[in-house]
Structures are given as C-alpha cells and as structure tokens.
C-alpha cells in the first residue's frame, strides 16, 4: 500500500476510452474556457443540470481570462448551488477553477472576434489558453475530454453519450446560430469544420509568411473546402459520420490520450493553421481519426452584428416614422371628412359621360340615317334630293 507513504499510483492501462463509457465507469474532463461570460452562466448551468451522462464521472474545469465582468463570483454561485443540491444525482466530480489573463485585447462583440484582422492573433492566445486550461486540468484517470463554449443555446442533454458512442478519437456536431426572421431564421455559424481541398493546399503553399494561419468563412481566403456546417440536412440521419481535417471548438470530444500521446492546440501556424483547425490538422498527421456528424445539430446563440444592429436600428426607426404617417392619415382623414363634401357617388354616374364626350381618339360613330330620312318626309323632301355629305343642305333643309 501507497496510502501512508502519501503515494498515488496509476496504471494507466485501466483508463480506457470506449463507446459506452457511461456503462465502464469513464470519467469525462469537461473543459470551459470563460472571458466576460456571466450572462451567458445560467443558460451554461442550465444545460448542465440536465445532462445525462453520470455527473459523479464528470469533472469540471474553467480557465476566466481577461474578464472585467463578475464571471468569477457568479460562476462560485451556481457551482455552490448545483453541488449543494439535495438531489446527489446533480452533484458533479472535481471541480477546478483556474484564473489567468493571456492579454487579450480584443472585444468580446460578434464583429469584433469575427473580424478578418482580428482572427490569427485572436486564435493563437486562445490556443495558449486551451492548452494552459487543458495540461493543468488533465489528471491520469480521465478517458475523455470534452470542450464546450458557454455561449450554446440548444444542446441535447445526451450530448455526452450522443458523441462517445461513435468511439472516434477526435467527434464534433454540426454548429448552427438561429436568426430573427427578417435575417432568414438560422445559418451555419462554426466554419471552421472542413475536408481538406486542392484549393485549400495550394493556398497554405503560396503564403510565404511561415506565421500566417488560414481562417475559414472569409473572402480573403479562398479554400473551396467541403464545410461540414453546408452539408446538413434537418431530417438527416443524425449517426452519418464525415471525415474532417479542421474542427471548430464550440463543441469537442475527444480521448484523452489523444492529448497525452502529445497533440494540443497549436499557438502557431502548424500547416497555416492554429487553435482547433491546427488542433485538427496536428491530431490526423499523428494518425489520429477526426470526424464531424454533418446531420447532427447544436444551436450557438445569435449575436448581432455591428451591421446587424444598424439595421435594426433603422428597422426601429421605420416603425416610428409608419406609426407617424398613420397618426397623421387619421388626422387629415378626419379633418377631410367634416370639411369636405363627398362627390364620389355623383361622380361614378357622370364619369361615363364626361369621357364619352371627350375622348375621341379611336372611336367609331355610327349614325342611323333612317331617322333622317323620316324627318325629310315630313317636310316634302326625298331622300335622293338630300345630299348627305353637304352638312348646309343637310341643316338647311332638315335641322331647320
């Protein structure tokens, strides 16, 4: 025995990573890195409470870096309630909170973390950040690690077991974002899931720059890759498996000894790439299997844009200016009616006349002469001593 002489022994052989690992006593490192993510906290601890996956085999680790907001308090607040809950099923294993700042300056807004420039600095401090989160929290009985962003509106409480069972060593679900209607009601929102291409490789080959890293979803980068986030298909099979060359992080399983055989995210440009696609790239050119399930959804929340939000803005100014014009229809409309007598029955009935005796263009006249010829009796005349096309002797002899 170890126990007096304060050793701990693990024969990392028993630590397996199988397809039913909720059934083989399989525990799971849950990984969330945390920056400015207090509002997001109840939506995040609402999820897990439902999870079905043994919470006892579950252990939480957070990474809080560069917040100026009360991530920290609020995040002991809920672990506080959820551990303390009376229903034991709820309470989760270890829990470690880890706090450390890597210097990210760049804002926390949808524009701001998706804009070109922002992207290969941004994605290089939040591989350090992974890996500082991942290296400290890792402990030698762990068989699974999983990744996931606070900020994930709709997830399936089996969300654990859903992405084990298909034994991969690298698996993740398709991302998508709802939209408000006037936008189209969703789109894909994680790019960063793909095959590899011919316009991909011939890209990485002409950038000269050995630390340029390659983003997907943007103009500048032209790839032509297959995205797994394109692929889906809502009535999909949900189990269809595609193969995968770069993989976005909003939701990540993978075996742990996919880490500890030595892949992690990469803080450079590994092949043009860093973070999860170089996490993705580095893990298959170890030999490791990545795949993504194409029909298989998760729904990140919607964040407006700057774009977005000046349209908005306009959209609210519309409104007013329709509500105005409405205000003052009614006002006017009311004033015509006590001002103004209405002519619009006598109108319809004389219209047809007024048109018909001015509208001469492309009519044809037709003229009954028999009535002529009746008048002419009367005053003693035969119709051949008339000569109709002489509009006096007409006149002279008939109208008169």
């Known amino acids: 025995s170890f126990k007096d002489c304060n050793v701990e022994f693990y024969d990392l052989n028993d630590y397996q990573s199988t397809a039913e690992g909720w059934n083989n006593n ?97 994605r290089k401090l939040m ?42 060593d690298i698996i993740v679900p398709n991302v998508w974002r709802p939209l408000p209607d006037w936008l189209g009601y969703e789109q894909p929102y994680d790019l960063n899931s793909w095959q590899e291409s011919e316009g991909g490789i011939d890209l990485a080959d002409s950038l000269d720059d050995h630390d340029s890293v390659i983003v997907e979803g943007y103009p500048e980068y032209q790839t032509w890759r297959p995205h797994l986030a394109y692929l889906r298909d809502p009535y999909g099979d949900p189990e269809v498996e595609m193969e995968l060359d770069g993989i976005g992080g909003v939701s990540i399983l993978a075996k742990a000894n996919v880490f500890r055989s030595g892949s992690m995210f990469p803080a450079f440009s590994f092949k043009k790439h860093a973070e999860t696609e170089g996490f993705g790239k580095l893990s298959k050119t170890m030999g490791f299997g990545v795949f993504g399930l194409p029909h298989y959804t998760i729904w990140h929340i919607y964040e407006p844009s700057k774009d977005d939000i000046k349209h908005m803005e306009f959209m609210k100014k519309e409104e007013e200016r329709k509500k105005k ?35 001469m263009k492309n009519r044809k006249i037709d003229v009954d002469w028999s009535e002529v010829d009746e008048v002419l009796q009367l005053v003693d005349k035969k119709p051949g001593e008339i000569d109709y096309n002489d509009h006096e002797d007409v006149q002279q002899n008939v109208f008169n």
């Open 26 to 122: 399989e525990r799971v490192l849950f990984l969330v890195p945390l920056r400015d993510a207090s509002k997001h906290l109840p939506m995040f601890f609402s999820h897990m409470v439902n999870l079905t996956y043994p919470h006892h085999l579950i252990d939480l680790a957070f990474l809080i870096s560069d917040t100026k907001d009360s991530t920290l308090k609020d995040l002991k607040t809920h672990l506080h309630l959820i551990q303390n809950s009376p229903k034991k099923s709820l309470h989760f294993g270890r829990i470690d909170i880890y706090e450390k700042d890597f210097g990210q300056s760049i804002g926390q807004s949808f524009s701001d973390r998706h804009g070109f420039q922002a992207q290969g600095p941004r």
């Open 127 to 168: 591989a350090i950040a992974r890996n500082w989160l991942l290296f400290n929290a890792l402990k030698p009985d762990h068989s699974w690690v999983y990744w996931r962003d606070a900020d994930v509106e709709i997830i399936p409480k089996t969300i654990i077991e859903d992405l084990m069972h298909h034994n991969k």
């Open 325 to 359: 014009e409405l205000k003052n229809k009614l006002i006017f409309n009311k004033a015509w009616r006590n001002a103004f007598e209405s002519v619009d029955d006598e109108w319809k009935n004389e219209k047809f006349d007024v048109f018909k005796n001015t509208i």
